[in-house]
């Protein structure tokens, strides 16, 4: 099977710094990547300081792409890898390294869109925005000082990626059917409502709850059949607490 | 054997951008980088843009040693590796990746000091400079664009260079046994001065000769021995060739 070339989106979590957005694009235009898409933007994208860094990559904030919504932002994406470099490392973020992650992602025929999630100079992706992601990666840094400019670790990222993308012996190539984060994103609207109705989850505490199940269907590997088996079940319980008369 | 801690030497010649200098010091603390060194800069390292971009790595700065030469600069360094990022690949011009470069870094029992070697943001180092280093890194990154930013060069190859250093497997590990830049760079003085003294050099022509001849023994794996065997004879012709009174 012919191996498609891999399209690349990084995605940029509301940046509050006109150089590092600069300096991103830039690396874009390095590593050939498809789309910069950027998400509620803190500062003057176009301003001259990201101008300056961005070079011959200005072409990438020319065309880059704003969305209100993380959601939205990766709309098109079969896959969704986040970044995660806050210092609090809790337990309960599993983290792999871009190099495992890299293979693993070359390791299928074909994936049509990828995104990569960079989040905030300071703080990163909440803990709620990481759910939209099918893997977690973590760059091993020093534990004095760990925090790698956003810029840095972009570039290591898609250096690695196209490392991994280069190199791929043709052999052992699977295919990707993995449910995309936006379909897990759509059912739990409805799994939500259904485990509202049933009394399993209780609004104020629903997200915390909920987001646990959601940790399970990302790294279960979910394909786009299993969520729709999933979808159809959910939708008929649903449909059968609305139009039951009992309580 | 226990494997020592490896104390890696960022070395910039002539860098112009402030901003840079400060990312690379942030890099320097992020990646635990023994010391940052800098060869003539060409920009105030100790400005405020610089300080911006260091935050926490600012104590590079303060802590940099300035040299005048590149051959100052890499005095103690038993392993040199430079980085070619120029466009013009000239195919005289033998590059490895980063990534075969830091697993045979990885593979020695115990290097001192590794010297790391990061042109010019223009035009990065000249060919005699690249005479410097035992080996040299590039790395892959688009023909449209292949152009990366100085600091985000830095970060690609202090990010291989830690990930090899934390994954070694303790077997196999070989004894560094190579001549320094500096033995190799001292020999060539006096092999010069008997070149020239013998007709098989002259003086204007004298540095593009030698300097294939200094490739040679940085890819020979010339070790520390097999230099002084050589300085042994150079300086013997030499002395024979001063005190012989006849022609």
Not at 51 to 56: E, F, I, N, T, Y
Not at 126 to 133: D, H, I, P, V
Not at 160 to 176: A, I, R, T
Request: charged share 25%; with cysteine; proline share 2%.
């Amino acid at each position: 099977m012919k191996k498609k070339r891999l399209n690349l989106n990084v995605v940029l979590v509301e940046p509050n710094g006109p150089l590092n957005v600069g300096s991103i694009a830039r690396l874009c235009s390095n590593f050939d990547v498809n789309e910069l898409r950027i998400v509620s933007p803190k500062c003057d994208i176009f301003s001259l300081e990201a101008k300056k860094m961005a070079l011959k990559g200005y072409r990438y904030i020319d065309n880059c792409k704003i969305f209100n919504s993380i959601e939205q932002a990766i709309f098109d994406c079969d896959l969704v890898i986040a970044t995660f470099g806050r210092i609090d490392l809790s337990n309960d973020i599993e983290c792999e390294s871009p190099e495992d992650i890299s293979k693993w992602i070359s390791s299928f025929v074909e994936i049509n869109n990828l995104g990569i999630l960079f989040g905030r100079e300071d703080r990163g992706l909440s803990n709620n925005e990481l759910l939209f992601a099918h893997k977690i990666l973590n760059i091993k840094t020093s534990q004095n000082y760990p925090s790698l400019n956003l810029s840095h670790a972009v570039s290591i990222i898609l250096y690695e990626l196209n490392k991994s993308s280069k190199n791929n012996d043709k052999k052992d190539l699977q295919v990707l059917d993995l449910a995309s984060s936006k379909q897990i994103y759509e059912s739990f609207k409805e799994i939500e409502e259904m485990l509202i109705k049933t009394g399993y989850l209780l609004e104020h505490t629903a997200n915390s709850k909920i987001s646990k199940f959601k940790k399970f269907l990302l790294k279960a590997k979910t394909s786009s059949h299993d969520i729709n088996v999933l979808r159809g079940i959910v939708h008929q319980i649903n449909w059968f607490l609305n139009n039951s008369k009992g309580k």
